[in-house]
């Protein structure tokens, strides 16, 4: 009986153990889809770092914050003009000054202008993932920025009355005022 007993409980901690794994692994998938369902494009970029994640087990290692992932962080962040964190909201150069200080350790200037002096510039036909990417959207060079993200796509802070999103740079209106790109060097060994 007592042996009974003891298979029983063996029986018990193994169902609940198996358990609070499944359950760990569906909190991280619920969060994933959470955040992914209103913002398809977002979902695929995101998705090679969910499967990391999941590769890793539940509880894998954190990693440093990329610029790409950070500024992804604060999609549907409403813009405001001069604004610099999350909690007031984002101008396009205070989206990336915020994003580059929090994964790179990189203090940048406060106006879009200045920052397209950092780095060291980049070809068009060259642009990785993390790169800045300058255009002239109020007559003047470098009036706007934003984070390059690949397959020719950028995150930014656009305009009054609008919010942290994604924009293709091959459609009319980008692909008229696009006017260069940097790209960043980190001061940690976060990457970009």
């Known amino acids: 009986m007592a042996s009974a007993l003891a298979l029983t409980g063996c029986a018990a901690n193994q169902n609940a153990q198996q358990q609070a794994e499944n359950s760990a692994h569906l909190f991280i998938r619920d969060s994933y889809l959470s955040k992914t369902k209103s913002d398809p494009l977002g979902a695929y970029l995101a998705s090679r770092d969910f499967n990391r994640a999941l590769a890793g087990g539940a509880y894998s290692e954190p990693r440093t914050p990329t610029l790409v992932g950070t500024a992804l962080g604060f999609l549907g962040v409403k813009y405001k003009y001069g604004g610099e964190s999350p909690n007031t909201g984002f101008d396009c150069s205070g989206l990336v000054s915020y994003a580059a200080e929090k994964s790179l350790g990189l203090k940048l200037p406060r106006r879009s202008a200045d920052i397209a002096r950092q780095g ?22 470098f009036s706007h920025v934003g984070i390059y993200l690949g397959d020719h796509k950028f995150v930014h802070a656009p305009r009054t009355g609008a919010v942290v999103r994604i924009e293709d740079m091959n459609i009319a209106y980008w692909k008229k005022r696009y006017n260069g790109a940097r790209r960043l060097v980190a001061t940690n060994t976060a990457s970009k």
Do not use: A, Y
Request: no cysteine; proline share 0%; net charge positive.
């Open 120 to 141: 060291i510039s980049v070809k068009r036909s060259e642009l990785k993932r993390g790169d800045l990417v300058f255009f002239n959207t109020r007559g003047s060079r």
